[in-house]
Nanobody, 124 residues
């Protein structure tokens, strides 16, 4: 099993930046890619971005492309989400998870080993 711990959330003004971290431990060798999701109150979980551990290949949701960047540090077993030009609609609880399904998947059912989440609030 893989354990994931997110950090880095907080309150930021619109136009600002935050960097989220997701530290992985346990059977990390059993995963080949990681992803970020977010969920706002009263809304469904939304895919944000994903990255492969080995190659660093990535894909993003259309709503964040050009503003968010996912990266990883293999030595630290950590995945990051750099969020720039934040908007109030980015306000949500952000979760990281391990991709269990095919590369390119965007459904939460294709991901597992979810972390506890970190709250991001963007004020207008």
């Amino acid at each position: 099993q893989v354990q994931l711990v997110e950090s880095g959330g907080g309150l930021v003004q619109a136009g600002g930046s935050l960097r989220l971290s997701c530290a992985a431990s346990g059977r990390t060798f059993s995963t080949y890619a990681m992803g970020w999701f977010r969920q706002a109150p009263g809304k469904d979980s939304e895919f944000v971005a994903a990255i492969k551990w080995n190659s660093g290949y990535t894909y993003y949701s259309d709503s964040v492309v050009g503003r968010f960047t996912i990266s990883r540090d293999n030595a630290k077993n950590t995945v990051y989400l750099q969020m720039n030009s934040l908007k109030p609609e980015d306000t949500a609880n952000y979760y990281c998870a391990a991709l269990k399904g095919a590369w390119g998947a965007r459904s939460s059912t294709d991901f597992g080993s979810w972390g506890q989440g970190t709250q991001v609030t963007v004020s207008s």
